[in-house]
């Protein structure tokens, strides 16, 4: 499965920059990964909690993104937590452009009021345009909101030209290039081959994060460089080996939006292709931190310099499952928002152990889930 994705390859060998924070063996005989950026992290800065240096992983899923955006607003009142690279897919690569534009301009006050900008204004049109905008969609979603008509092939494709006016008065693409701004990596599906990818700051533009974003039940496909993109979500959802081997943090916290877990089983076809998309979208996720899980068990040293940890949605609403993608109703999102902060708050008030596993365990209420036993045995 791994090699699937192209996250795995044939000979079972991870990046040179990823194996190298996963065992020091790995490292440059210089004492610097080789291909890794120079700067070190100390023992002390590992273990400093809350984190002094953090890299954002998040996913997207429609409307559920908003739980993001409250675990961000929280981090952003934590005023020695610096984010160093942040990554995201679909709805999350909009909270990480946010982000990172609000930080140049303005530090984190502006980058809290970018969001809640956006978000606000989201809520306030939930118009078609905002509920694409954010993604979400499903076959059976989009067939039922919208009807038959407003499928892709029948959509008017300049349409998207409001979307990016909608994007330009939140966010000045060109500070991206910023030196301040932290390192961006947003996924995009290569229609083409299925292939993820990954536009930093100095590609970033609002074809970019329309690309990642785009649903391909209900809109053609956005252009870039002469290929055709799909939402970013099918093939990284959201890129975490990559972010892994760009950052310099060695604490990395995956934000994940979609739910994973069901107690129903669906029977109407509404709510099968609802759960194959949350299927879909947490498998490339999983085998991503599978990776990694494995390449850390391949190594057998108790050395362990990089710490990921996992902030999930469904642990801190109950029958998350069951709700759509693409509910943006004020008391929902606002209940997302909330959910994320208290979430975020608990886990920065809550020190993980010295020595935590790949992804660290649950502790209390806080939702940073282990990587099920299962999905790591099939993954290796």
């Given at each position: 499965?791994?090699?699937?994705?192209?996250?795995?390859?044939?000979?079972?060998?991870?990046?040179?920059?990823?194996?190298?924070?996963?065992?020091?063996?790995?490292?440059?005989?210089?004492?610097?990964?080789?291909?890794?950026?120079?700067?070190?992290?100390?023992?002390?800065?590992q273990r400093a909690w809350p984190p002094r240096k953090l890299s954002l992983a998040l996913q997207g899923g429609g409307s559920f993104a908003a739980f993001g955006w409250g675990v961000l607003d929280r981090l952003l009142e934590q005023p020695d937590c610096k984010?160093?690279?942040?990554?995201?897919?679909?709805?999350?690569?909009?909270?990480?452009?946010?982000?990172?534009?609000?930080?140049?301009?303005?530090?984190?006050?502006?980058?809290?009021?970018?969001?809640?900008?956006?978000?606000?204004?989201?809520?306030?049109?939930?118009?078609?345009?905002?509920?694409?905008?954010?993604?979400?969609?499903?076959?059976?979603?989009?067939?039922?909101?919208?009807?038959?008509?407003?499928?892709?092939?029948?959509?008017?494709?300049?349409?998207?030209?409001?979307?990016?006016?909608?994007?330009?008065?939140?966010?000045?693409?060109?500070?991206?290039?910023?030196?301040?701004?932290?390192?961006?990596?947003?996924?995009?599906?290569?229609?083409?081959?299925?292939?993820?990818?990954?536009?930093?700051?100095?590609?970033?533009?609002?074809?970019?994060?329309?690309?990642?974003?785009?649903?391909?039940?209900?809109?053609?496909?956005?252009?870039?460089?002469?290929?055709?993109?799909?939402?970013?979500?099918?093939?990284?959802?959201?890129?975490?080996?990559?972010?892994?081997?760009?950052?310099?943090?060695?604490?990395?916290?995956?934000?994940?939006?979609?739910?994973?877990?069901?107690?129903?089983?669906?029977?109407?076809?509404?709510?099968?292709?609802?759960?194959?998309?949350?299927?879909?979208?947490?498998?490339?996720?999983?085998?991503?931190?599978?990776?990694?899980?494995?390449?850390?068990?391949?190594?057998?040293?108790?050395?362990?310099?990089?710490?990921?940890?996992?902030?999930?949605?469904?642990?801190?609403?109950?029958?998350?499952?069951?709700?759509?993608?693409?509910?943006?109703?004020?008391?929902?999102?606002?209940?997302?928002?909330?959910?994320?902060?208290?979430?975020?708050?608990?886990?920065?008030?809550?020190?993980?152990?010295?020595?935590?596993?790949?992804?660290?365990?649950?502790?209390?209420?806080?939702?940073?889930?282990?990587?099920?036993?299962?999905?790591?045995?099939?993954?290796?």
């Amino acid at each position: 499965m791994l090699a699937a994705v192209d996250i795995w390859s044939t000979n079972a060998a991870l990046p040179p920059a990823v194996m190298a924070k996963l065992d020091p063996r790995h490292s440059h005989p210089s004492g610097v990964a080789k291909d890794a950026p120079r700067a070190e992290t100390t023992l002390t800065d590992q273990r400093a909690w809350p984190p002094r240096k953090l890299s954002l992983a998040l996913q997207g899923g429609g409307s559920f993104a908003a739980f993001g955006w409250g675990v961000l607003d929280r981090l952003l009142e934590q005023p020695d937590c610096k984010f160093d690279a942040i990554s995201g897919a679909s709805a999350g690569a909009v909270n990480a452009v946010l982000v990172a534009s609000g930080l140049v301009e303005g530090g984190r006050p502006r980058a809290r009021a970018r969001l809640q900008q956006f978000w606000a204004r989201i809520m306030n049109d939930a118009s078609f345009r905002s509920l694409m905008l954010v993604g979400g969609f499903s076959p059976a979603g989009s067939s039922v909101a919208f009807g038959p008509a407003l499928r892709s092939g029948q959509f008017d494709p300049f349409d998207l030209d409001p979307l990016r006016r909608l994007l330009a008065r939140d966010i000045d693409f060109s500070v991206l290039r910023d030196p301040r701004c932290p390192k961006l990596l947003i996924a995009a599906t290569r229609v083409r081959d299925g292939q993820p990818r990954i536009f930093r700051n100095a590609e970033i533009t609002a074809d970019v994060v329309l690309a990642s974003t785009c649903p391909p039940q209900v809109h053609c496909t956005v252009e870039i460089d002469g290929e055709a993109y799909w939402d970013g979500g099918f093939a990284a959802n959201p890129p975490v080996v990559r972010l892994v081997q760009e950052s310099e943090a060695s604490q990395v916290l995956v934000v994940q939006v979609t739910p994973a877990r069901d107690s129903y089983i669906p029977i109407t076809m509404a709510a099968i292709d609802r759960r194959l998309d949350q299927i879909t979208a947490n498998s490339v996720l999983n085998a991503e931190i599978a990776a990694l899980e494995w390449a850390r068990a391949a190594t057998a040293t108790s050395g362990r310099p990089l710490q990921i940890f996992r902030i999930a949605a469904e642990d801190a609403i109950d029958g998350l499952a069951q709700r759509s993608a693409v509910d943006l109703g004020p008391s929902f999102v606002t209940k997302l928002h909330g959910s994320g902060r208290g979430a975020a708050d608990r886990w920065l008030k809550q020190a993980p152990d010295d020595e935590p596993p790949a992804v660290a365990p649950a502790r209390g209420e806080i939702a940073a889930s282990p990587l099920p036993r299962a999905l790591a045995e099939a993954a290796v």
